[in-house]
Structure formats: structure tokens, C-alpha cells
């Protein structure tokens, strides 16, 4: 779970490395003379899958055509050149390519918009296509384990990210800490990227156990567990119903939904 975390972080850097570069370009306010459409449903930020078929038409006949991937910022339409490749076109100005997998995954940026183009050697531009890009199903947590003591701490606690649903589905969080119930949301709206998150920090008496977490929308399921461990930390009759050392919830504790994020979750050490 926490490397498939890493891995889209070590993506997201790679294209912020890429501003840093000095690839960071305005955008150009040039009408389009072609148009252009990609088949593909949803990109996974992991991954290109069976890769994109691109369909245009309008471009000059026989010119070669390139065929350009690039992050968008929402706010004042500058770029940032994710990929691009080199195709030709047909006698009558169609351009065709199919399952093309650029060499660098999409990864995702927040505030800016993923969307293909394509231009021709013969002056033409197409219409940008904006492109649908996820965060890779599945659950997550910031942790594969978390001590007693770890769980308790409100810089680290429990976080959990859940991925996979429609953009606006509702989810529902439940968690189940040593038998008891957590107050975890049971309403939550997916984002944009089709993630939702919760974050929950123990208080009361806190002993080694397990924390069972499902993330539940209209089509997906997700479980995880989470082990706790390490010695009991609490009074005696501080620990809720459960009792001393029980690790049942305290009528104080906190659990909150939490941003969901395309970058990884914080990882705990120890």
C-alpha cells in the first residue's frame, strides 16, 4: 500500500522536476485548424494501461504530425511538457495513432489539468483534450503498523486513503479497533481524482490490537488492517466501554475526513 504511495510521489517530483528544468511554457493563444480525440475512458496516475488511441483529422496532407501530452494549470493556462511523439499523416489529413505509452507515467498535479494536442510541420494545431486522470484503486495508510504510542500522536495518528471510486460518489469509512467502532465518516464525497481520506487520532487507553478499516462506495470495496502495537498507554477506566487496557473508544475521540491527496501519504518510521 505505502509503496504504491511512494511510487506516485517519486512521479509527481519527476514532473515538478521538469518546471525546475525549465520546461515551464505559457501556453499559446493559436486558433486550432485541426481536431483531434483520444479513446481512453480513464488514465491511472501509475500507469498508461493498453496506452491512448488518438484520432484526428484537418491536418495538412503527408505533413508529420507531433502529438503532445502536457499538464495544464487551471489558473492562467501555462504549461508544463509531460510527452510527446511523431506520427504521420494520411494523404487526406488524418492522423491516427494507436497504444501509444509514453515513457514517463502521468502521475497527478494538483490545481492543473493533464490534456493532449497535436500539431503538424505544415503550421497546423488541433483543439487540447483534456484528459480524466484518477489516483490507482485501492486503500491505503500512512503506515503498514502503528505503535501505541504512534497512534496517540496527533502529528501522526491514522490516515487512510481510499481510491478507485467516480468523482462525486458518496463513500462510506467504517473502523473497527479492537471489537469497538471508531468514528469514522459514513458520508464523504470522492474527489476529482476519485479518492477520498479520513484521518484518526486515538485518545483514552490505547493497547496493541488491530485497526479494521473498509471504504465503501456505490461499486467498490476496499479493507485494510492496521496493527497496533506496543504496551498499553491509559489509566485504569479511561479506556471507554471496553474497559481498562480494552483499547475501546473514549467519547473524546477524534476522527475527521481528511483531504484526499495524489501525492503519498506521510510514511512513519519505527
Known amino acids: 500500500m505505502v509503496g504504491s504511495a511512494r511510487s506516485r510521489w517519486a512521479i509527481v517530483t519527476a514532473v515538478a522536476a521538469l518546471v525546475t528544468g525549465g520546461l515551464f511554457v505559457a501556453a499559446p493563444a493559436q486558433a486550432a485548424t485541426a481536431s483531434i480525440g483520444v479513446t481512453v475512458p480513464i488514465v491511472y496516475a501509475d500507469g498508461w494501461s493498453g496506452g491512448l488511441d488518438v484520432i484526428g483529422d484537418g491536418f495538412a496532407p503527408s505533413s508529420t504530425a507531433t502529438v503532445s501530452l502536457d499538464w495544464v494549470r487551471d489558473s492562467d493556462g501555462s504549461k508544463v511538457h509531460l510527452a510527446d511523439t511523431t506520427t504521420p499523416v494520411s494523404a487526406t489529413g488524418i492522423v491516427s495513432l494507436t497504444g501509444w505509452?509514453?515513457?514517463q507515467a502521468p502521475g497527478i498535479w494538483v490545481d492543473y489539468t493533464l490534456t493532449?494536442?497535436?500539431?503538424?510541420?505544415?503550421?497546423?494545431?488541433?483543439n487540447a483534450v483534456p484528459l480524466d486522470v484518477r489516483n490507482p484503486p485501492g486503500i491505503e495508510t500512512n503506515a503498514p503498523s502503528l505503535t501505541?504510542?504512534?497512534f496517540m500522536d496527533p502529528s501522526i495518528g491514522l490516515i487512510v486513503q481510499a481510491s478507485g471510486f467516480t468523482p462525486g460518489e458518496i463513500v462510506a469509512f467504517s473502523a473497527v479497533y479492537n471489537g469497538a467502532n471508531l468514528p469514522a465518516p459514513s458520508s464523504i464525497i470522492a474527489d476529482k481524482y476519485g479518492s477520498v481520506s479520513w484521518q484518526y487520532v486515538r485518545?483514552?487507553?490505547?493497547?496493541?490490537?488491530?485497526v479494521v478499516i473498509s471504504a465503501v462506495g456505490a461499486n467498490s470495496r476496499w479493507n485494510t488492517t492496521v496493527p497496533i502495537t506496543g504496551p498499553t498507554i491509559g489509566a485504569s477506566g479511561t479506556g471507554g466501554s471496553g474497559g481498562a487496557g480494552s483499547g475501546a473508544?473514549?467519547?473524546s475521540d477524534p476522527?475527521?475526513?481528511v483531504q484526499a491527496t495524489p501525492r503519498a501519504l506521510p510514511v512513519v518510521s519505527g
Open 101 to 103: 505509452v509514453p515513457t
Open 116 to 126: 493532449l494536442s497535436a500539431t503538424s510541420d505544415a503550421g497546423d494545431t488541433s
Open 148 to 150: 501505541t504510542a504512534q
Open 203 to 210: 485518545t483514552g487507553s490505547t493497547a496493541a490490537g488491530s
Open 249 to 251: 473508544p473514549a467519547a
Open 255 to 257: 476522527g475527521a475526513p
